[in-house]
Each structure stands twice: as structure tokens, then as C-alpha cells.
């Protein structure tokens, strides 16, 4: 399987042309291979770069590998995808020389080569202060010289993307500068580059006669907890589309083309009432196909029930999230990429060393930047650290109007506050939602819920992420694939445990993803260790809108699953999912779920651990009603529902809480 991830990869070498300020000169595409058991591709790029101005004695150029952000290039991300510039070892894998024609100068790396850097490249430094460098001078950088005995610049082994900038410093008294438009700078991509199949998704919910986006994915690998499924970026095949429902109008077969760079939106119409399923598949080689999530359509276009929105609200990107990738490029992502309904980016406020420091000043207005309100929701929100109370992502539901935001260590646009009850507290009548996430895991440390066994501003715990599963100890997704790996069984860190206790959380899952890529299968090379598993959170409401998602988020209408979009209904004595009600009844549960693949196991789950129903149904559409009889006066009870399909996707649906009178 490993093998099949390495050979799939390739990258893509991007200029928009070639010019005479910025030459690039390299092949476009890189077919990756195993390199004597390292899972990586070595390349050697060639760029000329003409200088735009006289400098003075002192005057430099830079070369590094960024992205831009607000305008500005950013240099700073997580170490391990990329790799460093070797300047003095010519052997060795990525070394790199430089040429200008009658100049004199010298080689600088600031962080030589450091094992985990957060900057790559170099500087070039005047060594003749009578012989400048001129406008119009001509800069010839190879990057991975392979003249010498070296195998060449390695690249990323993971799907990622990045920029090759040069700036200019006139003088020692000026700042760092691109001299020329961005555009004109090589970008390179690592990504698939054999079309396995195709991931279709669309929203859960339709009415008769209305369009509906359809987002179809060329990826390369199956779903699976270990091996990513990278988009395969120049994908330019021909599909099909079929459903038994004839009543639905269907796109007609369309061409990928480059500029899709492997995502095709198109548009349905369903025709009738019911459950709507739709099959794409490559013209001419149906082997490569895929299935829409399932879609409920409705006749009248007001929904009677719930309907499922799905979103991401735990991401990480370069700017302050010790990531990969830039934060625009995530709400990019869920957006485009994925087809979310909503999304949060969820930034590390207390991390200080490796990428760029957080700056909440700068965080705060994605939600209003980058929300559609009939196409996307967006939000904006941190991480609050804390290695002795656990970690939680904060979501603010109008982050814009925050000036400071709580944090555990003071950063740019945050004041402190370490403890968890002193957080709760200052958020109390906020529209703030903080978050406990892979309370499993004990490299974090401890987890201490709070005092508050149902705080407003507390209503929900992640109980998946690419961390591993939360519920329980021995759940089947132990943190980072080991039970090693997590507190042990009874410590009350566990979702389980902590319903048990009595604490009323909802559910979600999400990716906690640090490539900034929200809902995919992204793992490989650099997260081995980790589930490439991307959780996702759907949420109830009756309309579309950040208020009706925010309430959603607010009053535990939630459930998680491990990425796939499984559709799953939960009541009891007719109450829906996060409420709680008297009864002198006996709680009659009824279930519906829709899976993408059929249910091998269904369980129902009472006081968090006991375990009170539990059927191997083989069937892709469950329903069942249940009666609990075993209830007692004056006791309460909180119920919730887990489903398992055969290819091991999961859904967790939020608790229902009874108090039986």
C-alpha cells in the first residue's frame, strides 16, 4: 500500500511565464520514486533572476521557498515537508550554487542546516564593495547542483504546494522586498498523479427543482486510516454520471481541464422526494468512480426536519499553527476543495518558535472575508494550549468584534488567562465556543474539564481528529495507533468518562489537520504517525445561515464522523439530538441512519459506558425503535448513538438527555 502512495505522487512546477525578470527553467512534472528507502523525489531547478536596481556596498538578495499572505511573502512554516538549502556540502542532497558574472560575493544561510528550521533559503552578500551589483545583473541560482556528486534538491513527500520568491535589500538600511509582481515566481506542487477514484460531494439536503452544487475530486487511494488520497492536481478525464432516478437532471459528461486542477463543480436538479443517489465514473474506464453522499430531497422547500450541514472547525495553518500552507489557502480549501457549509481555522495563540507568530489582529476578519451566506459560513478562532488542563479550539461566532481574544501565553492581540475556569468565566455571555479536543492523548497532559458540568460556553468535545478517537480507551482509534499513547483507562479524560460523571457535551470530529486542508485524507510522509482520516462535524438546523448554524453548534445538534458523510437521525419520546426533557415514560429511541457504505455494527450508549443496544445490521439505511424499560424514578440518563461501516468510517451522533420522572 506505502508504495502505491509513493509512486502515485508527483510535482508540478508552475510559472505563469517566462520573462525576463524571473526565468524559470525546469521540467513541469516529476514522477516521485523510493530513493534508496526514503520516500522522496530529488530535482534539480533552475532559476535566472535579473536584479531591478543598483545596490549599495551593502545591498543583498534572498532566495526562499513561501507562500504569500496579506500581500507579503511568508517564509515561516512547519519543518518537515519541505527542505533546506545546502550551501557548503556539495555531496550531499540539496546543494545549491549561484553564478553572477563578474561580481563577487558570498553565501549566507541564517539557519544553516538546522534539523528543524522554519525558514528555507539563503542570502547572497556583496564581497567587493567597489564592484556592486547593477540593475540589470543577472543571477543564476541552481538549486540542487547535481554536478558534484549530489542527488539534487529533495522535495516534499506530502501533497503540498509552495513559491520559490527572490527579494532584494538595496542597502543595509532597507527592508526586504519583492522587486517584481508574485505572479511571475515558480510555484511548486507535490500531488497525485494516478486517478483512482473520485470523490463526489454535495449538500445532504435538496429541494424538487433546485440546483445543487456537485463537487467531484480526482484523488489517487482508497479511504483508509493510514494511507493519504492525494487530489491529482492535472487530472484531464472524461466523466459520466448515472442515477436510477430518472427524474433527476444530471450534468452532462464533462473534461477535466488543467485550470480544474482536479475539482469539477457542477449542478443537479432532483426531480422527486426521497433519498437521491448519484454514480460518476471515468468515460471509458468505470473501474475509477465514485458516489455522491446521500442526499435527502424534499417536495416543498420547507423543511418539516432537520436538515445536515457539514463543516470543519479545528485547522491549522503557517500563521501561528506550526503548519503548512497559509490561512487563506484553508478557507480556500473547505471552501472550494471540499464544498463545507462552514468552517473555522483554529490557530495556536501560545506557540512561539517555529512558524509565524500568531496575531490575532490578523485572524479575526476571515469570517467576515471569506463567508457567502447561501454558499459558505465562515468563522474565525484559536487554540487555547495548556499542557495541564488540555487543549480546546476556541470559536467565535463574530470574531470581527473581538479586539483581544483569551490565551494561556500572551501573543499579539490575546491576554492571558491559563486556567480553564478563569477562561469559562471571561466567556461567559460571549458568542464563544471552547472546545476540548484529543482529551485521549497523554503527550498533552492532563485534562481538566472545568467546574461547570454544563457551561454555556462549553457544549461541545471533539471526539475524533487525526489525533485518534476520544471515546473510550480500547475504542478501536487509539491515539496515534497505540493505547501507549493515551491516559489510561479511568482517568476521566475520555468522552465515555466524562458523560459518566455527568458532564453534557455534544459531538464533533474534525481534522485538527496542520496542512491546512480541512476533510481530506492527508496524511503520508510527514504524519505517519497519525490517521489520515479526516473527521468532519455535520450539524441540525432548519435553514441555512450563521445563526442557524452557530445555534446548532450552541445547543449540541451535532454529530461527528470520521470524514465521510454519513446522514444519521436521532430521537427519543419524539425529542431530537442535544436536548434534554422530563418524562414519565420509558425513552423510546428511534434511529435512522444513511451510510455511505453498509453499517457493520450500530450501538447505543447509556450514562456515557453502558453499552444498552447493540445490532450488526449489514444494510447501508438502518432504522430501528428501541424501548429502554430499565429506567428508574428520579434518575437521569443521557443516550447516544455510534455507527461503524464495513470500510471503517464511523459517525458518533450527540446524546439525548432524559430525566425520567
Not at 196 to 214: D, P, Q
Not at 566 to 591: A, C, H, K, M, Q
Request: with cysteine; hydrophobic share 30%.
Amino acid at each position: 500500500m506505502k508504495k502505491l502512495l509513493i509512486f502515485g505522487l508527483f510535482i508540478l512546477i508552475l510559472a505563469s511565464f517566462v520573462n525576463a525578470q524571473v526565468d524559470y527553467q525546469g521540467e513541469n512534472f516529476f514522477a516521485s520514486m523510493e530513493h534508496e528507502g526514503n520516500d522522496r523525489v530529488f530535482t534539480t531547478m533552475y532559476l535566472n533572476y535579473t536584479l531591478s536596481q543598483d545596490f549599495g556596498d551593502d545591498g543583498q538578495v534572498r532566495i526562499y521557498l513561501g507562500n504569500m499572505w496579506k500581500g507579503e511573502p511568508n517564509f515561516k512554516f512547519r519543518y518537515g515537508y519541505w527542505n533546506n538549502f545546502n550551501l557548503n556540502k556539495p555531496t550531499l542532497q540539496g546543494y545549491s550554487t549561484v553564478q553572477i558574472s563578474g561580481r563577487e560575493f558570498t553565501l549566507y544561510q541564517p539557519n544553516g542546516l538546522d534539523l528543524k528550521p522554519s525558514e528555507f533559503g539563503f542570502e547572497v552578500h556583496q564581497s567587493n564593495n567597489s564592484n556592486s551589483f547593477k540593475a540589470g545583473d543577472i543571477i543564476q541560482f541552481t538549486l540542487g547542483d547535481t554536478s558534484q556528486g549530489s542527488k539534487g534538491y529533495k522535495l516534499s513527500r506530502d501533497a503540498a504546494e509552495i513559491n520559490i520568491f527572490v527579494q532584494e535589500k538595496k542597502n543595509s538600511s532597507s527592508q526586504w522586498e519583492l522587486a517584481y509582481n508574485d505572479s511571475i515566481f515558480p510555484k511548486i506542487e507535490v500531488s497525485g498523479t494516478n486517478t483512482e477514484r473520485f470523490k463526489v460531494v454535495s449538500r445532504s439536503a435538496g429541494n424538487i427543482g433546485e440546483k445543487m452544487k456537485l463537487r467531484v475530486q480526482a484523488l489517487q487511494g482508497f479511504p483508509d486510516n493510514k494511507i493519504a488520497n492525494p487530489l491529482v492536481r492535472n487530472y484531464t478525464g472524461t466523466i459520466g454520471f448515472y442515477s436510477k432516478d430518472p427524474t433527476v437532471i444530471l450534468p452532462n459528461d464533462y473534461t477535466f481541464t488543467y485550470d480544474d486542477r482536479g475539482v469539477a463543480e457542477l449542478n443537479i436538479t432532483p426531480g422527486k422526494k426521497g433519498l437521491l443517489k448519484i454514480f460518476v465514473y471515468e468515460k471509458g474506464n468505470q473501474l475509477v468512480n465514485g458516489t455522491v453522499n446521500p442526499i435527502i430531497v424534499r417536495g416543498d422547500g420547507k423543511y418539516k426536519d432537520y436538515s445536515v450541514y457539514w463543516g470543519a472547525i479545528h485547522t491549522h495553518s503557517s500563521i501561528g499553527g506550526h503548519a503548512l500552507h497559509t490561512t487563506d489557502f484553508a478557507y480556500d480549501w473547505a471552501h472550494n476543495v471540499e464544498g463545507l457549509d462552514f468552517f473555522s481555522i483554529a490557530e495556536h495563540c501560545s506557540k512561539k518558535s517555529l512558524e509565524l507568530p500568531f496575531d490575532w489582529k490578523k485572524l479575526k476578519d476571515y469570517g467576515v472575508d471569506y463567508s457567502d451566506p447561501n454558499e459558505f459560513i465562515a468563522f474565525s478562532g484559536y487554540e487555547w494550549t495548556s499542557n495541564k488542563e488540555g487543549h480546546r479550539h476556541v470559536i467565535l461566532k463574530n470574531a470581527e468584534e473581538w479586539d483581544e481574544v483569551p490565551c494561556n501565553l500572551n501573543s499579539v492581540g490575546t491576554y492571558t488567562l491559563s486556567d480553564i475556569d478563569d477562561l469559562l468565566n471571561n466567556l461567559t455571555g460571549t458568542e464563544a465556543l471552547a472546545i476540548p479536543h484529543h482529551t485521549g492523548w497523554n503527550f498533552v497532559g492532563a485534562v481538566k474539564w472545568g467546574s461547570w458540568k454544563d457551561h454555556p460556553n462549553q457544549p461541545l468535545v471533539e471526539m475524533y481528529s487525526w489525533h485518534g478517537g476520544s471515546e473510550f480507551y480500547d475504542s478501536g482509534l487509539p491515539m496515534r495507533f497505540s493505547t501507549s499513547n493515551q491516559h489510561p483507562k479511568g482517568s476521566g479524560f475520555f468522552v465515555q468518562e466524562a458523560l459518566k460523571d455527568g458532564y453534557k457535551f455534544g459531538f464533533t470530529s474534525d481534522s485538527d489537520n496542520h496542512v491546512g486542508k480541512p476533510a481530506s485524507n492527508t496524511n503520508g510522509g510527514t504524519w505517519d504517525n497519525y490517521y489520515s482520516r479526516m473527521g468532519i462535524t455535520g450539524v441540525y438546523t432548519k435553514e441555512y445561515s450563521r445563526d442557524a448554524i452557530w445555534d446548532a453548534l450552541n445547543n449540541r445538534r451535532t454529530y461527528g464522523t470520521t470524514g465521510a458523510r454519513i446522514l444519521g437521525y436521532f430521537r427519543i419520546n419524539g425529542r431530537f439530538v442535544g436536548s434534554e426533557f422530563n418524562t414519565s415514560r420509558n425513552p423510546r429511541i428511534d434511529v435512522k441512519l444513511y451510510g455511505t457504505d453498509e453499517f457493520s455494527e450500530v450501538f447505543v450508549y447509556r450514562n456515557g459506558e453502558e453499552l444498552v443496544y447493540y445490532d450488526q445490521p449489514l444494510k447501508k439505511n438502518v432504522q430501528f425503535k428501541w424501548t429502554d424499560n430499565n429506567v428508574t424514578s428520579g434518575e437521569s440518563y443521557s443516550y447516544y448513538v455510534k455507527g461503524i461501516q464495513e470500510d471503517g468510517e464511523r459517525v458518533w451522533i450527540s446524546p439525548i438527555w432524559v430525566n425520567y420522572l
